[in-house]
């Protein structure tokens, strides 16, 4: 039985189900009032919001949905992890952004709550995410940036099938090019 609830997408993996953030979803996140878990049915840590994770990207996303509402899915995933008998915790995120200037490219991005890093998580689900982009049909070539001292970073695009391709968008990035 899906860890989140019937209305919000959500990609099933072996071990994590990717639920879509929703309007909903940011708010809580933005305002920290306390109901993420909640709205996500599940125990979300004080970890939470991880560190990496930049307060503006929620901004960006909030008017993407009021743009777009059909967007949702395009964007970004929470990653839960139900362990045993136990409620299914809030680990990381995963997304698929399409490029603005180019909805045939799309790039991928992930983090992972320290807790819960080196077991797999990210690797499991950025291939997840990598095949819901290919199911749409929509996107001819999907990308990743980092930063070029994230060996960790850098082993999982690896292992998901990217390719170093050269110098990054951002100052000091790499960009990987899935193959």
């Known amino acids: 039985m899906p860890l989140a609830t019937q209305a919000v997408p959500s990609i099933p993996t072996a071990r994590l189900e990717l639920v879509a953030i929703t309007p909903e979803s940011l708010t809580s996140e933005q305002t920290s009032d306390g109901k993420l878990g909640q709205i996500l049915n599940c125990r979300v840590t004080s970890e939470w919001p991880h560190a990496d994770w930049e307060p503006h990207v929620l ?24 362990i045993n008998d136990q409620p299914a915790t809030l680990i990381g995120s995963v997304g698929g952004f399409r490029w603005p200037d180019n909805h045939q490219a799309a790039e991928v991005g992930y983090a992972i709550l320290p807790a819960f890093r080196l077991h797999g998580y990210a690797i499991e689900a950025t291939k997840a995410m990598i095949a819901w982009i290919e199911a749409t049909n929509a996107v001819k070539t999907i990308f990743a940036h980092t930063f070029p001292h994230l060996a960790g970073s850098i082993r999982i695009l690896e292992q998901c099938g990217f390719t170093l391709e050269g110098p990054g968008k951002e100052e000091n990035t790499i960009r990987y090019r899935k193959q």
């Open 59 to 82: 901004q960006l996303l909030q008017q993407t949905f009021a743009e777009d509402p059909t967007d949702i899915g395009w964007h970004r995933y929470v990653l839960l992890r139900a």
